[in-house]
């Protein structure tokens, strides 16, 4: 049976910045992703990881190539149903969590329902917040909150509108050890409850083998895709 990818990307290239500090970040890269999957990205620091995530969660646009996700060409869309279709089909989970701090963790969650237009936000944020275990933190601002919850804040938030894709950025970069355990399990029983695809950027070795497929960057370039 064929399979369809969630992602599928095409010859992609780009670089950041402008004259003299301009860089040529991604170089020919391709790559499918099959729904359901779950991919680590690995590789040394300015290898390009994160630039692909963010080809991928369609926060960049390449300069060439072709970025596929859910079978919706990204390059049909202008700026604002690019933004849209993020807001429904991706979510997104930063290392620097990225919440808005005069903002309670409940009305962080519900944020992204509100902006789609999407009824009952506020009812669908409690039982997220419930179901990473925050129950209690609804009323909480991010400065009352640890490291750990706040990362479970942004998961909930990012999974919220229910997206076929979860993309995570060093999801465990600013938590010790034990708490970011903690988060690699939620984000994996979440991806198995759903069904969504999931990639992630990681430098941790052990984080990287729970995936199905890993694949190593290096300036800019695919080096090795392996499977789990």
């Not at 960049?60 to 049909?76: C, N, Y």
């Not at 991806?191 to 995936?211: I, P």
């Amino acid at each position: 049976m064929l399979r369809e990818p969630a992602i599928a990307l095409s010859a992609i290239d780009l670089s950041l910045g402008r004259g003299a500090a301009r860089v040529h970040v991604l170089r020919g890269i391709s790559l499918s992703v099959d729904r359901g999957e779950a991919v680590g990205l690995v590789g040394p620091s300015g290898s390009g990881k994160s630039t692909l995530l963010m080809v991928m969660a369609g926060l960049e646009r390449p300069d060439s190539g072709g970025v596929v996700i859910e079978d919706t060409d990204l390059a049909r869309l202008d700026e604002d149903a690019l933004a849209r279709f993020r807001g429904r089909r991706i979510g997104i989970v930063f290392q620097a969590f990225h919440l808005v701090p005069t903002m309670t963790a409940l009305e962080n969650v519900a944020l992204p329902l509100e902006l789609a237009d999407r009824p009952g936000a506020l009812e669908r944020a409690r039982a997220e917040l419930e179901a990473v275990g925050l129950g209690h933190r609804l009323h909480h601002y991010p400065a009352q909150l640890s490291g750990g919850e706040q990362q479970r804040v942004a998961i909930a938030r990012a999974v919220a509108p229910d997206p076929a894709i979860l993309v995570a950025d060093e999801p465990t970069g600013n938590l010790d050890e034990a708490t970011g355990r903690q988060i690699v399990d939620l984000l994996f029983r979440l991806k198995r409850d759903r069904g969504a695809t999931l990639v992630l950027v990681t430098h941790d070795n052990s984080l990287a083998r729970l995936c199905d497929r890993t694949v190593r960057l290096r300036s800019g370039r695919i080096e090795e895709a392996v499977s789990a």
